[in-house]
């Protein structure tokens, strides 16, 4: 899967998260009997299991799920009882199920799963009808939090706006969670909350939030619904023409996504049809200069995407048949300009915003390249030769 993962770990938060795993899954091997694979129903081989219900332990050991405690399912279950949980009925557990967490349990064999890998994972018990989240945090024995698990509970099948402003202050990466490992976009106050301080310049943590991992086929697939709301709540919408970008950083990685689609195509569904759709989100909040790269360093690819009707992407179109003009073409009056900045310097911007990720700063006196100078953003290169864009009110002629 190469440095991606869309279980990206905290490791920062619980240091000692291994040390307490391996006792928990010790303690559950203790209390719990394991089934012998020879005394498994014949039939249970027609059937699917789910993918992430056995897990490493540890030098080479594994544990399974379907073998979890059932001292904790039930420690926890009374919890619940204890705090007035009231249970959902089966259809609307198996709705909420596939609505947050994009699996349908009930294609499953198992009466216990495991919603991801991880030393502490989402587990749902499918026959009592709730899901069981544990703290590592806990000095409990069976790091279970009621409290935690309550509210969790009560904010994932009713969608309790109580309970999701108390797991703010309890657990925030438990709510993080469903967005960035699961996709779920329901909850506009919870994608929000999320986005409010996500490092979209980081392309693992981008890469993990706008594509969700089928474990059934080993693939990417990307999540349009997420995609737009970066463009509804990080940037405001879409720009009117291609005269001018939207402020906003949550497009700060795409770049480098792209070329990871275009490195390991055989990990993504669809991967040029994706490469695409990431190329027409840009458009549509005014970022030109990837594409613009893109058609400069490989003519053929106007000629790709005019034969497979640009995907259907409008913006895309409009920009490739009737915007673009490639770079050499441009006339440009002035090549060389020089760095006037109050300030002493001025930044070299990834995209033509203020808030986009700074590439180098560019001290007052040099001289730069100018490569295009249309619009309010330069775009230029220095005599690093790195390219990126300045705003024209500190350059002059």
């Known amino acids: 899967m190469g440095k991606f993962s869309v279980w990206n770990k905290k490791m920062d938060r619980n240091l000692n998260t291994d ?10 091997l203790i209390v719990t009997s394991a089934i012998a694979c020879n005394g498994q129903d014949k039939n249970s081989d027609m059937k699917k299991t789910a993918p992430y219900n056995v897990s490493q332990v540890g ?6 799920y379907d073998n979890f405690s059932i001292e904790i399912i039930e420690k926890a279950k009374k919890d619940l009882k204890n705090f007035g949980f009231k249970f959902p009925a089966r259809e609307i557990f198996r709705e909420r199920i596939l609505k947050v967490y994009g699996m349908d349990i009930f294609k499953y064999d198992n009466n216990i799963i495991a919603l991801r890998p991880s030393d502490f994972p989402e587990i749902v018990i499918k026959n009592e009808n709730y899901i069981l989240v544990q703290d590592s945090d806990s000095n409990n024995e069976f ?3 009621s409290e935690m698990l309550y509210y969790y509970n009560k904010f994932v099948f009713y969608n309790d706006k109580n309970a999701f402003n108390l797991l703010k202050a309890i657990n925030p990466y438990l ?10 976009d329901e909850d506009k106050e919870l994608i929000k909350y999320v ?3 996500y490092d979209f310049s980081n392309e693992v943590n981008t890469h993990d939030l706008i594509f969700s991992y089928n474990p059934e086929n080993n693939k990417y697939k990307i999540r349009k619904a997420i995609m737009d709301d970066i463009e ?5 919408g879409r720009v009117e023409d291609f005269s001018y970008a939207k402020e906003g950083n949550g497009y700060n990685s795409i770049s480098e996504i792209i070329q990871k689609i275009e490195d390991e195509k055989n990990n993504y569904i669809n991967p040029d049809e994706t490469i695409a759709y990431l ?3 840009e458009l549509q909040i005014g970022i030109l200069g990837y594409i613009q790269k893109k058609l400069d360093n490989s003519p053929d690819y106007a000629k790709f995407l005019k034969k497979n009707d640009f995907y259907k992407f409008e913006k895309l179109k409009q920009y490739v048949e009737v915007i673009y003009q490639p770079s050499e073409s441009l006339e440009i009056e002035n090549v060389i300009y020089t760095i006037h900045d109050p300030d002493g310097y001025t930044n070299l911007r990834k995209d033509k915003s203020t808030s986009s990720e700074i590439l180098q700063k560019v001290k007052s006196g040099e001289h730069i390249e100018v490569l295009d100078n249309t619009g309010d953003w330069f775009l230029v290169k220095t005599k690093e030769g790195k390219e990126g864009y300045i705003h024209k009110s500190r350059m002059k002629n």
């Not at 709510?175 to 779920?184: A, E, N, S």
Request: glycine fraction near 8%.
């Open 19 to 28: 040390m307490k795993r391996i006792f928990f899954l010790f303690r559950i």
């Open 59 to 64: 030098d080479g050991k594994k544990f399974n």
């Open 143 to 145: 790091f279970i939090n």
């Open 175 to 184: 709510l993080k969670d469903l967005v960035i490992v699961y996709g779920y």
């Open 195 to 197: 986005f409010k301080d």
């Open 232 to 236: 509804n709540f990080v940037y405001g």
């Open 279 to 281: 190329y027409d989100k």
